[in-house]
């Protein structure tokens, strides 16, 4: 298995509600990461997990929370999101030590 | 500071047509180097990336690329491109330590003419 699933795929949330994006990978990887791309741009990164502790976070707002309950297993919990928020969020993984190389299909997130 | 330069913002090739896209960096040392592609809608798929050794790296559906080290460039190549190889293409930089960070150029989004 050398995927990244990403669920769901599209998601249209209200300002004032709470949601998550949800990252799987079964490779064994250590590293996990968020990434978030705008239209017509490059992925911009957000968070990175490296053994289940988060070790990067690019001064992302506290509207975005991420969490990492196992090695397989990555969250993004979305809440009081903004429409400028709207955009295409990636979750990436690989070996521990390494830089991503494996990206899942991204969650098209739009609020409204 | 790293910084990535991907000068072409579309380029046009016939099908069958070779391929060859511009990917330039600024970084100490030597970085780890690294292609995807996207298609619309969809996550990045890493074409071929180098770490070390080889200048020129083979990656998947044809692709290859070559590190010039005098020139700063890594530049993505395919001897005949098919109709499905139109896609937006990403050049990264990634430091060599232990940040994760890796910097992705522009983009260069490759249009195939039948």
């Known amino acids: 298995d050398t995927e990244v699933t990403q669920t769901p795929k599209h998601l249209v949330m209200g300002m004032t509600n709470k949601k998550s994006l949800k990252c799987e990978q079964h490779m064994g990887h250590r590293a996990m990461y968020w990434y978030k791309q705008k239209a017509k741009k490059p992925p911009e990164l957000m968070f990175v997990y490296s053994y289940e502790k988060l070790s990067i976070n690019e001064s992302v707002p506290s509207r975005f929370s991420p969490e990492c309950p196992n090695s397989s297993l990555l969250n993004l919990h979305l809440h009081a999101l903004q429409p400028e928020d709207s955009a295409l969020y990636l979750c990436a993984s690989s070996q521990d030590q390494s830089l991503p190389t494996f990206f899942g299909q991204g969650t098209r997130l739009t609020v409204v | 500071a790293q910084s990535v330069t991907q000068p072409d913002i579309h380029i046009t090739v016939s099908e069958g047509a070779s391929l060859e896209l511009r990917c330039n960096y600024s970084?100490?040392?030597?970085?780890?180097l690294f292609w995807y592609v996207q298609s619309p809608g969809q996550g990045l798929q890493l074409l071929l990336k180098?770490?070390?050794?080889?200048?020129l790296v083979q990656g998947i559906k044809g692709f290859e690329a070559e590190f010039k080290r005098s020139q700063s460039s890594f530049n993505l190549r395919k001897p005949s491109v098919h109709w499905s190889d139109a896609a937006e293409y990403f050049c990264?930089?990634?430091?060599?330590?232990?940040?994760?960070?890796?910097?992705f150029g522009s983009g260069t989004r490759l249009l195939v003419r039948p």
């Open positions: 970084y100490g040392a030597t970085p780890y």
């Open positions: 180098y770490f070390s050794g080889d200048t």
């Open positions: 990264a930089v990634g430091a060599r330590d232990s940040s994760y960070k890796l910097i």
